[in-house]
């Protein structure tokens, strides 16, 4: 013991060693010894939904035969976040790497703390709500420990709870009110180059007493036998803290092409720069959400999501970028639609959720949502209460769509193939989530926005709670924009981008030979041309077990089927609009008497 601090670097959603000022902040100690550990935490592994694209990106490192089998989609040397973490800190110091500690963090971090005998505990700050939540405990645990706490912002552009207090302590809830409490605060702090040593890692024996009662199963002690049965204790199958393996999670393979880790982050970040007049000129609503090879974004959100790329570092370098194009006397993009106005856009989401905790995720208790009744027919008159027509839906319907909307079989080709992208690949364009978001909500199906978050969230590589949230809440036209007038057609949107029709092609197989005339619209195809392009549109998108998540139907001789549109686009447009035009006429949650009486229900 020299009396020099005795660190816990706890990595979470920053799984990088480049700028990051939690980091930078435990190496000021000039520590004896830095322990970089990420806790598995259980409400990410049972209480969030998280598919096996994310749990990939996040952690797993691929075993030698998969990476054999799929060489085309994980070619040798790639590496997702935790991994490549892990190797990049053994890199800096030959006994250090990053230690995954399984167990809650609420509960291992006392041990640890006394087993190492620790004397700070530093992280990276986190609004979400749960984590919040979280990081209290843990800060009440380390002050009973004697250990000391140091958090440090780092996930976002700014802090959001400075940002919430500089927008007057209410929920940044536009771009303007971001802009004008960002002034307030000053500019985003230039980036802070990685280190370039740590320290060594200190004794990571750990005796920890075994402290429940006897018929529950020992997770808390040790066994150094890396058998089957030893898989959730808290160093891991080989009691040496490593990355988790397929094997380990029992999971199903990942399907996705997209990579995690700090490495690629930076390689990508570096492609998009070295191309000036991308970066500088970057303006989202002109990038064409049916590109996928390559994308027309920088497809960053996932390594942002896990902190494997620094927002501040990607703001800074297009920042200088357009600066320099400028300077050239050529005219960059500016905000909202360039690059730095997306990073602004998902410090707005920040800062909402910051402001308004857990309700921000839903309806109920959200101060800033306008309710919907999803569940009701939706003609309902504003001046009576009463339906307008005969048109009523029963919730298996309701139902019905769902599933066919979640598993892409609605009939309308350019939501298959979206749902179809976001199911395999875990990304999809901004357009396209905005597409697919309209129509499940009021733009086609007229379902609650928080069952299509609660698909976004189990697909999605860049799941945020913050910008998952509020994205679903901006398209239902919820919070955050009113226009429900304008809805994304099915047919003519995707044309204007891809006439061709390669995207639809490219995630729905069985019209690939479809001629260009019917590709948005199959069911008019006459049913010769259906027959020549070996694929019949029939039907309601079931498998053989009558359900909608196995292979579709497939007629003899190899004749594909393809489902026939589940409604008449729009006639459910004028319906939906209808209801919308309702739900804002009788204003938010819990002024409207109709909702508060329950009579809305006996419609
Ligand atoms: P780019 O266009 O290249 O933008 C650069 C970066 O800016 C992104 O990497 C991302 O970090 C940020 N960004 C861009 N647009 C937004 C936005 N509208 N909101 C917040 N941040 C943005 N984004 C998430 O990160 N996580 C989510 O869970 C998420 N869910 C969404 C759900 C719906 C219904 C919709 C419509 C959008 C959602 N988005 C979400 C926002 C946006 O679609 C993605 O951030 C973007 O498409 C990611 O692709 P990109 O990295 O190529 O973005």
Redesign the pocket.
């Known amino acids: 013991m020299t009396g020099k601090p005795r660190v816990i670097y706890w990595f979470r959603t920053d799984l990088r060693l480049h700028d990051s000022p939690a980091l930078k902040a435990a190496l000021d100690l000039k520590p004896e010894c830095l322990y970089p550990i990420w806790c598995w935490d259980p409400h990410y592994v049972y209480r969030a939904r998280v598919g096996p694209n994310r749990w990939q990106y996040l952690c797993v490192e691929i075993p030698l035969e998969i990476n054999k089998k799929k060489a085309d989609f994980f070619p040798p040397g790639r590496l997702d976040c935790q991994s490549d973490l892990s190797k990049s800190i053994t890199k800096l110091n030959s006994k250090s790497k990053l230690f995954v500690v399984r167990e809650a963090p609420q509960t291992v971090l006392p041990k640890l703390f006394k087993a190492w005998n620790i004397s700070h505990i530093v992280f990276e700050k986190d609004t979400d709500a749960y984590a919040r939540e979280r990081d209290e405990k843990i800060i009440e645990s380390a002050k009973e420990a004697g250990v000391k706490v140091i958090v440090k912002t780092g996930r976002t552009l700014y802090d959001p709870d400075e940002l919430v207090k500089a927008n007057g302590g209410k929920p940044t809830m536009s771009i303007t009110q971001v802009e004008h409490a960002a002034k307030k605060i000053g500019e985003v702090p230039r980036p802070i180059p990685a280190p370039e040593s740590l320290p060594d890692p200190g004794d990571t024996t750990l005796d920890i007493p075994q402290d429940r009662p006897s018929q529950e199963p020992d997770i808390n002690k040790i066994q150094r036998s890396g058998s089957e049965t030893s898989y959730n204790k808290l160093a891991g199958p080989d009691s040496s803290f490593s990355v988790p393996t397929y094997s380990e999670l029992g999971l199903k393979p990942a399907t996705t092409s997209h990579r995690g880790g700090e490495t690629l982050a930076l390689a990508a970040l570096d492609r998009i720069i070295a191309n000036e007049s991308y970066t500088a000129t970057?303006s989202?609503p002109s990038?064409a959400p049916t590109a996928f090879s390559p994308?027309a974004?920088?497809?960053?959100?996932?390594?942002?999501?896990f902190g494997s790329l620094s927002?501040r570092l990607?703001y800074w370098r297009a920042t200088d970028t357009m600066e320099a194009y400028r300077k050239k006397g050529k005219q960059p993009s500016t905000i909202p639609t360039n690059?730095v106005g997306?990073?602004l856009?998902?410090d707005?989401?920040f800062g909402a959720q910051a402001a308004l905790g857990y309700a921000f995720a839903q309806t109920v208790g959200n101060s800033h949502c306008r309710f919907v009744p999803w569940h009701l027919p939706s003609t309902i008159s504003p001046s009576t209460g009463l339906t307008t027509g005969s048109y009523t839906i029963s919730s298996t319907l309701h139902e019905t769509w769902f599933q066919r909307w979640k598993h892409g079989r609605t009939g309308f080709p350019w939501i298959d193939a979206l749902m179809r992208q976001l199911r395999l690949e875990g990304?999809?364009?901004?357009l396209g989530?905005?597409a697919?978001?309209c129509f499940l909500t009021r733009g086609g199906c007229y379902i609650d926005w928080e069952r299509?978050?609660a698909v976004?969230?189990e697909w999605?590589l860049?799941?945020?709670?913050a910008?998952?949230s509020?994205?679903?809440q901006?398209?239902a036209c919820v919070a955050f924009y009113a226009q429900f007038y304008r809805c994304y057609s099915p047919v003519a949107f995707p044309k204007k981008w891809d006439p061709a029709g390669a995207f639809v092609r490219n995630y729905v197989p069985e019209l690939a030979a479809f001629p260009e005339k019917y590709i948005y619209e199959p069911w008019r195809a006459p049913v010769l041309d259906q027959k020549k392009a070996k694929c019949l549109v029939k039907g309601e998108g079931r498998d053989r077990e009558g359900g909608y998540e196995g292979a579709l139907w497939e007629e003899a001789g190899g004749m594909k089927v393809y489902p026939k549109p589940m409604f008449d686009f729009n006639e459910r447009r004028g319906i939906c609009i209808e209801g919308l035009k309702n739900a804002y006429h009788v204003g938010l949650y819990g002024d409207d008497d109709r909702v508060k009486n329950g009579s809305w229900r006996e419609l």
């Open positions: 970057f989202k990038t994308p974004t920088t497809v960053l959100s996932p390594h942002h999501h927002v990607l690059l997306q990073l856009f998902r707005m989401y990304w999809i364009h901004h989530r905005h697919v978001a299509g978050a976004f969230e999605l860049d799941h945020e709670v910008c998952n509020g994205n679903w901006w398209l």
